[in-house]
């Protein structure tokens, strides 16, 4: 069979199995009130969590960026892509984070890219010696596939069940045999399908004890857990206590493009000479940069965006509880709607569309068979209008189909 008619048959199954993804276009700009086919919709579906992809001072911040620094800088960061903006937005990362230095990627995918193999792979004067890195189950898939850069001969990959502390612990006290050169544990701080957070005062001690590096991404986090938006270890009570962090600037923090690595300067001065999305892809570009470093700016000098967010998701969990669906229990803004069988979920997304609402459904096998669901994703951009007349499509739509 051709290269061309075995694609064609596997896009095929993708169809006809109902995980062809397809893209829906969006006619106007980012934000709580989107165009589609014309038509104004209510987003429940974005990473925008806080409205900055589309916040007259982020906007403002990457022109600036543009009319200072130009449109980019055509070099990785040590030829000569290192901008006095790119080393301020990095201490402001290091700064908001509670750590001694930041390093940025082009992508959070590059930066857990550019991490593991960076290390793993190094024999820092070692001829043999043997690494582990253990990571839970529902990893982003850029963890997945940064650890498996690793050279094979000198990792051992170990997953351990979802969230489950004691799995971990159990496999770290069978491993103590094998005496690592180094050990890592590495999880999302949220994770995306269920809104839920890692348990990370008990992986930092599991850590600790066991002498490995805690690394968390907190992608889903920063600008939306924590009281502040410090993210996963703010809310859960132990900031700064996270050995290294990886995050994004295309959430919450302006939604554009970009990711980092937070954590100790000795480290992170190893990852400048060594980790290859950093040293051999293009640096940031300065619209980019001089808008995230707004987007932090506006977090530290005031919390308000944040407190919205968190007072826009309690209502919109209240409300769409109260009409009688089931979602996943928790505080964090992603909202898992349960429906049980694709199809409904299917249905249900498409006539939440025709009703105003975009919203995208999750089914096996992203989520287990039976777990079908849509998930919802609230913003600080939406006003209680907006997110009223969205819970009335629920309702109406929700009635038709018989979900509620
Ligand atoms: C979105 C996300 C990423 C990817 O971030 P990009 O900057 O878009 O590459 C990585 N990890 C997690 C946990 C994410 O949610």
């Known amino acids: 069979m051709s290269l061309n008619e075995s694609i064609c048959l596997e896009l095929e199954r993708l169809e006809r199995t109902k995980t062809f993804k397809t893209e829906t276009i969006i006619e106007s700009e980012q934000g709580a009130v989107v165009r589609v086919a014309g038509k104004d919709v209510i987003m429940l579906g974005s990473n925008n969590y806080l409205g900055l992809a589309s916040h007259p ?33 990095e201490e402001k990362i290091a700064g908001f ?9 082009s992508s959070c995918f590059a930066a857990n890219e550019g991490f593991f193999a960076s290390i793993v792979n190094e024999k820092l004067g070692l ?73 990370l005062p008990a992986l930092i001690e599991a850590a600790a004890a066991s002498g490995h590096l805690l690394f968390v991404d907190d992608s889903h986090a920063v600008g939306v857990a924590g009281r502040t938006g410090r993210g996963t ?9 996270v050995d290294v962090l990886s995050g994004t600037l295309g959430k919450a923090m302006g939604g554009a493009a970009g990711g980092y690595i937070a954590g100790p300067k000795d480290l992170l001065a190893f990852l400048r000479q060594k980790s290859r999305p950093y040293t051999f892809s293009n640096s940031l570009p300065p619209s980019i940069v001089v808008a995230a470093i707004e987007a932090f700016t506006m977090l530290e000098q005031d919390p308000s965006l944040v407190e919205q967010l968190h007072s826009n998701t309690k209502y919109f969990r209240k ?86």
């Open 233 to 241: 270890p703010e809310q859960l009570g132990v900031h700064g206590k």
């Open 97 to 105: 984070l509670g750590t001694e230095d930041s390093i940025l990627y």
């Open 127 to 199: 001829e043999l010696y043997r690494d582990v890195i253990y990571s839970d189950r529902l990893n982003h898939a850029s963890i997945i596939d940064g650890t498996r850069l690793c050279r094979v001969e000198v990792v051992h990959r170990k997953v351990y069940e979802h969230a489950d502390v004691n799995d971990l612990r159990r496999m770290l006290e069978e491993d103590r045999r094998f005496s690592y050169r180094f050990g890592f544990i590495a999880t999302d701080g949220v994770f995306s399908m269920e809104g839920d957070l890692a348990p």
């Open 319 to 404: 409300h769409i509880r109260q009409l009688g669906f089931r979602i996943l229990e928790g505080d964090h803004p992603i909202v898992p709607i349960m429906l049980g069988e694709a199809s409904m979920a299917m249905e249900m997304s498409n006539s939440l569309l025709d009703e105003g609402v975009y919203i995208k459904g999750l089914w096996y096998p992203v989520v287990p068979k039976g777990e079908a669901r849509l998930r919802a994703q609230i913003s600080a951009a939406l006003d209680e209008a907006a997110m009223d007349r969205a819970l009335s499509a629920f309702e109406k739509v929700g009635r038709r189909i018989g979900a509620i």
């Open 57 to 89: 001072r982020i906007k403002e911040a990457a022109i600036r960026g543009i009319r200072e620094y130009g449109y980019g800088v055509s070099s990785v960061r040590f030829l000569c892509g290192t901008l006095t903006v790119h080393r301020q937005l």
